[in-house]
C-alpha cells in the first residue's frame, strides 16, 4: 500500500474482467477509488466487506502508518466535474517498404 498512496486512487484499467472477456478489448480507462472518509455509501461498504469477507475498518487500522503525500495540483479535477476520456481513433494502415 505504501507503493500505492501516492496514486490518489487512480489506475489505469486495460481489462474489463466483470464482462467475462478473455482478452482486454476495447481502449483503457481511467478509474478513481475511493480516497477518504464518506465516499463511499455504508451500506455498500458493509456489503462489500460481507461478500468478501474482510472488515474494512481494520484495514484501515492496519494502514494507519502510512503516511500520505501532500495532494499536488490538477490531481483531483475530477472534483470540479473534469474527466480523461480516451476515444479510439480508424486510421490507414502504411504499407511495408
Given at each position: 500500500?505504501?507503493?500505492?498512496?501516492?496514486?490518489?486512487?487512480?489506475?489505469?484499467?486495460?481489462?474489463?474482467?466483470?464482462?467475462?472477456?478473455?482478452?482486454?478489448?476495447?481502449i483503457?480507462?481511467?478509474?478513481?477509488?475511493?480516497?477518504?472518509d464518506?465516499?463511499?455509501?455504508?451500506?455498500?461498504?458493509?456489503?462489500?466487506?460481507?461478500?468478501?469477507?474482510?472488515?474494512?475498518?481494520?484495514?484501515?487500522?492496519?494502514?494507519?502508518?502510512?503516511?500520505?503525500?501532500?495532494?499536488?495540483?490538477?490531481?483531483?479535477?475530477?472534483?470540479?466535474?473534469?474527466?480523461?476520456?480516451?476515444?479510439?481513433?480508424?486510421?490507414?494502415?502504411?504499407?511495408?517498404?
Amino acid at each position: 500500500m505504501e507503493g500505492l498512496v501516492g496514486t490518489y486512487g487512480k489506475t489505469w484499467y486495460t481489462w474489463q474482467v466483470d464482462r467475462g472477456d478473455k482478452v482486454p478489448l476495447g481502449i483503457p480507462q481511467l478509474m478513481m477509488a475511493f480516497t477518504a472518509d464518506g465516499q463511499a455509501h455504508p451500506q455498500l461498504l458493509a456489503e462489500c466487506d460481507e461478500e468478501y469477507g474482510i472488515s474494512s475498518g481494520e484495514k484501515k487500522k492496519s494502514r494507519a502508518d502510512i503516511v500520505s503525500p501532500a495532494i499536488q495540483p490538477g490531481v483531483d479535477t475530477w472534483q470540479r466535474g473534469e474527466a480523461i476520456r480516451l476515444q479510439t481513433e480508424n486510421v490507414p494502415m502504411k504499407e511495408a517498404p
